[in-house]
């Protein structure tokens, strides 16, 4: 699709600095979840629940720890002589001087002509054409862009190394308790705002990096009908888990253990029978040892993501993006309809053997609920990819085709459906 005029694209315009909210709302929820658990931990100490305060002390220190090292690789701060800053992190609070750091740039920039670093080309999608833009990029827009890479990353490593287990530990603890204190309650408040968020930002990254050469920005309804799947699909989630924990203590672990190896694993037998060489573009000063092991960690994170809810990416170490750009509604399928079925068998399990903890609840309107709201994430998560995806108009195939093809069996069978973003040569974003 081309532009309606026809005409070349416009000139550069200089690129206007955009009030970095995505930082400061990143920050806050790590301070406010780190402060929360410090409440949490002092009430358990003050009980004598030594376990309890183990558990929560880990989940909210190895989060804080990864956090730290991910800003300090994506700033490359090692080799720079920044004494305070490095200080910052050593303290676990690194994010919060990067967040000044970004808004002081914010406030600075505009206020005197400075020279643009690059120009870049983006395409914008509007009302069914293609409009080529070009934006000069200053030395703050391009400091601003690091920061909210950086952030990004954070706000996904928070939310699933950190978030995610710490709501799981507490609500567990809830129920077997059957009391909620305020500062737990708050704490899990927190930690679902936080794991909502961080699959929220999930989703912007993977259509970033799938369409490279298109601006993206979501609509506000966009915006909303992904808030409502992911939270849904997550909270659900995780009750499945904690109901079947407190009848099954023995069980979960390997089950949990299952669903993270097998996903983590993956890739790695996908890429060892590719028969190609590791990514040389992780950092020019890493070793192979060292490219081996930030893939890992790269995709620890990827597995405990799908352990919860569906990545929004399929990795593929091959590739120099380290992501798999199209979108196979086969995989998708499979793993909503692999998930709901095993979220099934849990909860049915738990309301056969379940205890007398339960005594004053509805169990089976408790089992429907839980299975209606992954249902109802489901069906959100549909919505979005059918109307309200922001490059839906690139797509080859759509959710009613796949489900047409399904149906009615008119689609011959082993050809994959895929949703393929056009492949342009420019500036790639990479999701490491």
């Known amino acids: 699709m081309d532009s309606p005029s026809g005409h070349c694209p416009p000139a550069a315009a200089p690129s206007r600095a955009k009030l970095p909210l995505g930082i400061v709302f990143s920050t806050a929820l790590f301070c406010g979840e780190g402060a929360a658990a410090t409440v949490l931990c002092l009430s358990y100490s003050h009980s004598d629940d030594r376990f309890w305060l183990a558990l929560t002390i880990f989940f909210m220190l190895c989060p804080s720890v990864l956090v730290q090292l991910t800003l300090t690789f994506v700033h490359r701060d090692i080799s720079r002589d920044r004494p305070l800053v490095l200080l910052m992190h050593l303290l676990q609070l690194g994010p919060v001087i990067r967040c000044m750091e970004a808004l002081l740039v914010y406030c600075k920039s505009g206020k005197e002509e400075e020279p643009y670093v690059t120009i870049t080309r983006k395409r914008w999608l509007r009302k069914g054409y293609e409009v080529e833009m070009e934006q000069e990029v200053g030395h703050s827009e391009r400091r601003l862009a690091t920061h909210r890479n950086a952030f990004k990353r954070m706000a996904v490593i928070q939310a699933f190394l950190g978030s995610t287990p710490q709501l799981t530990v507490q609500l567990y603890i809830s129920v077997l308790e059957k009391y909620v204190p305020v500062a737990r309650a708050v704490l899990m408040a927190i930690c679902l705002v936080s794991v909502t968020y961080g699959a929220l930002v999930c989703n912007i990254l993977a259509i970033q990096v799938k369409y490279d050469d298109y601006k993206v920005q979501l609509r506000p309804l966009a915006f909303l009908c992904i808030v409502l799947w992911r939270s849904l699909e997550i909270s659900t989630r995780v009750a499945v888990l904690v109901l079947f924990s407190t009848v099954f203590k023995h069980w979960i ?137 922001p490059c839906r108009q690139l797509f080859r195939h759509n959710v009613a085709d796949f489900l047409h093809c399904v149906c009615c069996r008119q689609h011959p069978p082993g050809t994959p459906l895929c949703l393929e973003a056009p492949f342009e040569p420019g500036v790639r974003h990479s999701i490491v």
């Open 253 to 389: 672990i390997p089950i949990a253990l299952a669903n993270l190896l097998v996903v983590f694993f993956l890739p790695w037998v996908q890429f060892w029978r590719s028969g190609t060489r590791l990514p040389d573009n992780i950092e020019k000063n890493f070793s192979h040892v060292g490219t081996v092991v930030v893939l890992c960690a790269f995709t620890l994170l990827y597995a405990s993501i799908n352990m919860f809810c569906w990545s929004a990416v399929q990795l593929k170490l091959a590739d120099r993006d380290l992501i798999d750009k199209s979108q196979n509604w086969g995989r998708l399928a499979v793993y909503y309809v692999a998930r709901l079925a095993e979220n099934t068998a849990l909860v049915i399990l738990w309301y056969f053997f379940k205890t007398d903890v339960y005594e004053n609840v509805c169990t089976p309107l408790l089992v429907v609920q839980l299975l209606l709201g992954y249902c109802l994430g489901i069906y959100f998560m549909l919505l979005f990819f059918q109307y309200l995806h």
